[in-house]
């Protein structure tokens, strides 16, 4: 097998039996935010286009780039479909040309035939409205000799099935650097900002050496980011003057980590670089030296902002213009979804403020209606200062998903009194009839809470009230705090009360 890295996310996976283009990306993302880190422009995207198999794990635009599959990407490959109950992604992909569909089960095991044989496949699909834009996944490939699992941006709660399904993984790509906006964006500061993006890097690093460990890889891959921030006022998001507190840390870091813990298994990939594996023996090759970026990062940033200059400007000259209230287009768009989403609307259970430029919008989720301020209701407990030109873009655009087009671009300002609300960002990534319908019923299902672990002297539900991890695996206990370290999430234990969100209580109990 032999794996090349072809940017960020994207892997092209070459075998015997045929190939596997995996999450390509090369196109500024999330109004020209996010860039992908090291530059690979440089590819030979038509030669890696030429695929057997195409596997886009979901919709977030640093995985899906809808301009350089249509330009670049074969449209008789066949397409390695995840197995997610809102099929987005696939009409997605069929508007761009795509026609053959391999429909996988959620985590089991499939043989897909290709031109010089066959390969044995799996994908696990996340399915949850908080997994990427309703839905995540990873691929797990083997080809008889070599077993590579592609994990990018997901994160299982439950490895069993990958194991029982392969004897060994050989080679693990998986994300560990940030992919939020958060603590950027918030209006809170400077020291408490960069605390709590210290605590965020940390607990990145923790959850996939976690998965490191879970998947027990001969070899390790940091992938699936940071990005690179090239427009003069994004540039401070790079993590490239030693902020501890920066979230976007590179795979130096990572690779770091792992030695600290005694893995000497990761590898560094750029763009182009290649790894020849056959079992447990590698082979890597490189297209340049990759000490030219990392020992020189600030400069090759620099370049990189000069070369992609007109790119961005390009991309700004797309946005939309123009006069007048946003009120009417926004109840237009989000009255309608409030009015099928009771159970999301409730757990929001606020007015929240909306400032765009000289305006401000009130969601008004208990009334469910889209309205103007009243005098003297004060401050909104979680707002947004969104510039005009974003919000009538994504409403031109009839964008289902603020979430992967706003929120993820940085290019807004936030604050919120209290915890994080999760109901509010699901809303705000399921705007239409589909979306809120299914993510609504996701959150009105009662889940099985009933099985036990104990954890330093606690006795806790086996299930992370957020999204079901195993909190045998995921869970640390510091003091009367349980952290679930999959996405973060802090418990009281003496009481139940879950200190990052709204509900999500959590059984606990001392042992004596």
């Avoid at 996310?9 to 992908?36: K, M």
Wanted: proline fraction near 6%; aromatic fraction near 10%; hydrophobic fraction near 40%.
């Amino acid at each position: 097998m032999q794996i090349t890295s072809v940017g960020h996310a994207g892997f092209h996976i070459r075998t015997t039996a045929g190939t596997i283009l995996c999450d390509p990306w090369v196109n500024p993302a999330y109004f020209g935010s996010w860039v992908p880190f090291p530059d690979n422009t440089q590819l030979n995207w038509e030669e890696l286009g030429a695929c057997d198999f195409l596997y886009v794990s979901h919709l977030h635009r640093d995985h899906f780039d809808a301009e350089l599959l249509a330009e670049h990407v074969d449209k008789d490959a066949t397409v390695l479909l995840p197995d997610y109950p809102v099929p987005d992604l696939r009409r997605e992909l069929e508007h761009l040309g795509f026609h053959t569909f391999f429909e996988t089960e959620n985590s089991v095991k499939h043989t897909v035939t290709g031109p010089g044989g066959d390969l044995d496949i799996m994908v696990i699909a996340l399915r949850a409205p908080a997994d990427g834009p309703i839905g995540d996944s990873a691929l797990a490939v083997s080809d008889g000799e070599t077993t590579c699992f592609n994990m990018n941006d997901a994160r299982p709660v439950d490895m069993d099935a990958l194991h029982e399904a392969f004897d060994h993984i050989d080679i693990h790509l998986l994300q560990y650097s940030g992919a939020i906006w958060y603590p950027m964006v918030y209006d809170i500061p400077a020291r408490t900002k960069a605390n709590f993006g210290k605590q965020k890097r940390q607990r990145g690093m923790d959850r996939a050496r976690s998965y490191v460990e879970q998947v027990a890889a001969t070899w390790v891959v940091p992938s699936a980011g940071p990005p690179v921030f090239l427009d003069d006022e994004l540039r401070h998001l790079n993590d490239d003057r030693g902020a501890e507190g920066n979230i976007f840390p590179d795979q130096h870091v990572f690779l770091q980590q792992m030695a600290d813990h005694g893995n000497t298994g990761g590898i560094l990939m750029i763009p182009g670089s290649t790894a020849d594996i056959r079992g447990s023996e590698l082979a890597l090759t490189h297209p340049s030296d990759p000490a030219d970026i990392f020992d020189n990062k600030v400069e090759y940033i620099e370049q990189m902002a000069q070369r992609f200059a007109p790119v961005l400007a390009a991309e700004k000259a797309t946005w939309a213009s123009g006069e007048g209230s946003l009120l009417e287009p926004l109840q237009q768009l989000f009255e309608p979804i409030m009015a099928r989403s009771d159970l999301i609307c409730d757990g929001i259970g606020y007015p929240v403020g909306l400032v765009i430029g000289e305006e401000t919008v009130v969601l008004d989720f208990p009334k469910r209606a889209v309205r103007e301020p009243i005098a003297g209701e004060g401050r909104y407990r979680y707002g947004f200062r969104i510039a005009p030109e974003l919000v009538r873009t994504v409403l031109r655009d009839r964008e289902p998903d603020w979430v992967n087009t706003i929120f993820l671009s940085t290019r807004f300002q936030a604050w919120r009194i209290g915890g994080y609300n999760e109901y509010l960002y699901t809303f705000f990534k399921c705007l239409t009839d589909e979306r809120i319908a299914y993510a609504d019923g996701w959150f009105a299902e009662t889940h099985d809470d009933s099985a036990s672990t104990e954890l330093d002297g606690w006795k806790v539900q086996r299930r992370c009230p957020h999204l079901k991890a195993d909190l045998a695996t995921f869970g640390v206990v510091e003091g009367t705090t349980l952290t679930c370290n999959l996405h973060g999430w802090q418990w009281d234990l003496e009481s139940g009360r879950c200190k990052t969100s709204k509900g999500h209580t959590l059984r606990a109990t001392k042992l004596d």
